[in-house]
């Protein structure tokens, strides 16, 4: 048996399924785990140093870009265990050429078991079809210590957090799941989600997150768990993520998801520039975007878009074009400041790295950052990056933003839209990658 310590830092403010799905599998291969998660708990050097010295293997999830840094921060002040370190998730690879422990990809639950075991870490993604164990969250903190859900009246829910896939079925080349998974899709059992959900609603969730890259990568799968969640405990709500394609595609089941449960959708609009959209091979059209509005409407569901504003393909136009797409359709409320000055990451696996290289706008790659550097040909878009993230970090009102992108770009401000504030749907915490 082997003693095991599973670390997250950060997981889009919910309870880390980064921990719970590895935590039951390894306890189910008879392995003695015990966890932190950095994101809510106050945990001192000296503890961190005491419970990793304990630990046969540490492992430290990397779901996304931001986990990765922390991580990397939290293997130097155990550097001198490094032997026992291991990277874990999407963006473990990245991770791997610092010398600061192992690290593996794709479907990792069972490669942390073959690693208490002794096994050595493969040095390439590992896919499998096993079935999984219900995530153990007992390891982690209670639910109230994460993002909460506020209905359409602004009353708050204890929120959990699912999901019903591995992978995506689609190859969006600035997505981290890309160079991993490749386009693989991997269903985790409908037995096994509702059993999760079922232990989260026990333990006091009204609202359930499916955190799938798209809760419609697999239609039949996502109704079964909807019709089934909702008929097992009547009066909960969902948010799921799902693309503009697909949207579009099974609208017919939008309007039984309303009657379901499902309050919000988050969806990745990323541009309003359809050579753009080509480039990330969204499978949308800029035109697409009104009508996956409509249809969210329609079926009163609340929609939430995320975008990409700043790349190196974004021309001046094209971001105040954003801009005024997000006021002329009423998004504001539904758009965090954070939202508008996000900068394109690109790691070193990413699919963009080539035609960015081609386009001679890589300055050099960030070891720290994880992300190769690159510049805009239009120096203004650079600072405007900048001045905008800095005013998202402060919290400022669209307006502002909106003033601060017309002075630098020397465009003219169009008359504001003034419309009124209604309360829609959503979590406390806005989640970043």
Not at 290 to 310: K, V
């Amino acid at each position: 048996m082997a003693r095991v310590l599973l670390i997250s830092t950060y997981e889009q403010g919910h309870q880390p399924l980064g921990v719970a799905a590895p935590a039951a599998a390894l306890r189910s291969a008879g392995h003695a785990v015990s966890a932190f998660d950095l994101a809510v708990e106050s945990v001192g050097s000296d503890q961190l140093q005491s419970a990793a010295a304990e630990a046969d293997l540490i492992g430290i999830s990397t779901p996304m870009h931001t986990a990765a840094r922390l991580g990397v921060r939290i293997a130097r002040q155990l550097e001198q265990m490094s032997g026992k370190i291991v990277f874990y998730g999407l963006a473990a690879g990245s991770l791997r050429d610092l010398g600061l422990g192992r690290a593996i990809s794709g479907d990792t639950d069972l490669q942390l078991v073959a690693l208490a075991k002794g096994e050595i870490a493969s040095a390439v993604p590992v896919f499998d079809r096993d079935t999984r164990p219900v995530p153990d969250r007992s390891v982690l903190p209670g639910l109230e210590r994460y993002a909460s859900y506020r209905d359409a009246g602004g009353g708050s829910h204890l929120a959990g957090y699912v999901e019903s896939t591995r992978g995506c079925a689609h190859r969006c080349t600035h997505c981290p799941l890309t160079p991993i998974y490749e386009g693989r899709l991997r269903l985790n059992g409908a037995e096994t989600v509702l059993a999760d959900i079922e232990q989260q609603v026990a333990a006091g969730a009204e609202h359930i997150t499916f955190g799938d890259p798209d809760f419609l990568n697999a239609p039949d799968l996502a109704m079964h768990l909807l019709r089934s969640a909702s008929k097992a405990h009547p009066g909960i709500t969902f948010d799921a993520t799902i693309k503009v394609e697909h949207l579009i595609e099974h609208q017919d089941v939008l309007p039984e998801m309303t009657t379901l449960g499902v309050t919000f959708i988050t969806s990745a609009f990323e541009s309003v520039d359809d050579r753009l959209l080509e480039i990330l091979d969204k499978g949308h059209t800029a035109a697409d975007l009104d009508l996956a509005l409509e249809l969210t409407a329609q079926a009163e569901i609340a929609l939430r878009p995320t975008w990409l504003p700043f790349t190196p393909w974004t021309s001046a136009e094209r971001y105040l074009g954003l801009l005024q797409f997000v006021e002329t359709r009423r998004l504001v409320e539904l758009t965090p400041p954070v939202q508008l000055g996000l900068r394109l990451l690109v790691p070193s696996d990413s699919p963009l790295v080539e035609p960015m290289r081609e386009m001679d706008c890589l300055v050099a790659y960030d070891t720290d950052g994880l992300t190769w550097n690159w510049r805009h040909k239009d120096p203004r878009m650079d600072d405007l990056q900048a001045e905008v993230a800095a005013l998202a970090e402060r919290q400022t009102p669209f307006a502002q933003i909106k003033q601060a992108a017309c002075r630098v770009l020397e465009a003219e401000p169009w008359p504001d839209v003034t419309t009124p504030h209604v309360h829609r749907p959503g979590l406390t915490e806005d989640w970043f990658c």
